[in-house]
């Protein structure tokens, strides 16, 4: 059944870039998706798939059952856009201005609805059951994720595949990691309130300003003096907020910034250790104060099993050159809430654009993708469904063998 799939999947792949194009034109953010869930439900619908639509919010699920019994696989893809102005001249550049595919997640949904085509085409030898899961609202927290698996998206579903193209690593290279690969990705907002004043009267007023500043400096010392050097974490501010006259002595200052970890201990010390630093800096300068921790994506953490499955299987794949174990990486994903329910792994597919004059990082206005990278990405996600279905229904089998 391999060989059909490889074959379909070619022939269909002019259809898959067709998609990913489209898709690319008309992004839409996160909780604000309404064509492209339309559009993947309308997919499925016409290959007769069993579809739910408003899962969690705006996901959606479809369902394809194979002609013999066995387990359910699922397979994710997300789908929402970026706030961002795309800089790309290419004819699928983004039709709708500030919005863009700047990491691929178009990538994602045209590789997994084409893939399900050509699984339904296979349906009669498949023995299980196939669930694609088209997830809303990736790119900001809470996440469409957490509110799917809480809609019932993996109800009966025994393993999770997912794959992530990756902009900035070859076509033909596929990155595993078992354990922790991303991050937990949580913010926090302070905001220091002092006392306005002229700026040549500095002792008549409190400046926030210099408050806050020494709070930056202080803050810089929870990793590199709170936390266990073996242990890794993030503390980055990302935002300053104090737009005022140029002489004028500001009465507040606004701060946003990002914390990353992976063990939850390490979590919650940041979480402690800003906010002693934020009592204790505010307090020295006789400064009011307001702190919030939000809790965003916990660490994606891959099942071991399931890691060495794809990382076992994927040399052999067409269009796989190189399989790749990968260091830790602080981004944050919400497949972790899929991760904490049922067995899977998160792996990374290679999309390159090897003859660019420069390759661009995701989330940057001039991100694009070496398009062959869908065909690789949807014959590893393929192999590992079919690969994993057939395993189970022969474990199956013999189980029922050695009771009789």
């Known amino acids: 059944m391999l060989e059909k799939l490889y074959s379909l999947l070619k022939d269909n792949y002019p259809e898959m870039v067709e998609i990913r194009r489209h898709l690319h034109q008309y992004p839409e953010l996160s909780f604000q998706e309404v064509t492209t869930p339309k559009f993947i439900a309308e997919y499925h619908e016409k290959l007769g798939h069993e579809v739910r639509t408003g899962v969690g919010g705006r996901g959606v699920v479809a369902t394809l059952r194979g002609g013999k019994p066995g387990k359910t696989v699922a397979l994710?893809?997300?789908?929402?856009?970026?706030?961002?102005?795309?800089?790309?001249?290419?004819?699928?550049?983004?039709?709708?201005?500030?919005?863009?595919?700047?990491?691929?997640?178009?990538?994602?949904?045209?590789?997994?609805?084409?893939?399900?085509?050509v699984l339904n085409q296979l349906q009669d030898e498949i023995a299980g059951t196939i669930v694609f899961i088209h997830q809303h609202a990736e790119e900001y927290m809470p996440g469409g994720a957490i509110a799917m698996v809480e809609d019932g998206c993996l109800d009966g579903v025994d393993v999770i595949f997912g794959t992530h193209i990756w902009a900035t690593s070859p076509v033909g290279e596929i990155g595993y990691r078992s354990g922790p690969l991303l991050a937990a990705a949580d913010r926090f907002h302070i905001k220091v309130q002092g006392t306005g004043g002229h700026g040549a009267q500095p002792h008549l007023s409190n400046d926030s300003i210099v408050i806050a500043?020494?709070?930056?400096?202080?803050?810089?010392?929870?990793?590199?003096?709170?936390?266990?050097?073996?242990?890794?974490?993030?503390?980055?501010?990302?935002?300053?907020?104090?737009?005022?006259?140029?002489?004028?002595?500001?009465?507040?200052?606004?701060?946003?910034?990002?914390?990353?970890?992976?063990?939850?201990?390490?979590?919650?010390?940041?979480?402690?250790?800003?906010?002693?630093?934020?009592?204790?800096?505010?307090?020295?300068?006789?400064?009011?104060?307001?702190?919030?921790?939000?809790?965003?994506?916990?660490a994606t953490v891959n099942h071991p099993a399931e890691t060495e499955f794809i990382a076992s299987l994927s040399p052999q794949v067409p269009g796989v050159k190189n399989t790749v174990e990968l260091p830790p990486q602080m981004g944050g994903e919400d497949f972790a809430y899929y991760l904490e329910k049922v067995p899977g792994t998160f792996f990374m597919t290679g999309a390159e654009i090897a003859d660019r004059e420069k390759t661009y990082p995701h989330h940057h206005p001039k991100f694009d993708i070496d398009e062959k990278g869908l065909l690789v990405a949807a014959n590893v996600l393929g192999t590992a469904t079919v690969k994993y279905l057939e395993e189970q229904g022969v474990k199956s089998k013999e189980m029922v063998g050695s009771q009789e």
């Open 76 to 117: 994710r893809a997300d789908f929402d856009a970026l706030p961002i102005q795309e800089q790309n001249d290419v004819p699928y550049k983004s039709k709708n201005p500030g919005v863009m595919h700047a990491c691929g997640h178009d990538a994602h949904t045209a590789t997994l609805l084409v893939l399900a085509k």
């Open 213 to 298: 500043s020494q709070l930056i400096v202080n803050l810089q010392q929870i990793v590199s003096r709170r936390v266990d050097p073996l242990e890794t974490a993030v503390c980055s501010i990302g935002e300053f907020d104090a737009k005022n006259a140029f002489n004028v002595i500001a009465d507040s200052v606004q701060l946003s910034g990002t914390v990353r970890t992976f063990k939850e201990e390490i979590r919650n010390k940041m979480d402690r250790e800003i906010r002693r630093i934020v009592e204790g800096t505010c307090l020295a300068a006789d400064a009011e104060f307001t702190y919030e921790y939000v809790r965003g994506y916990p």
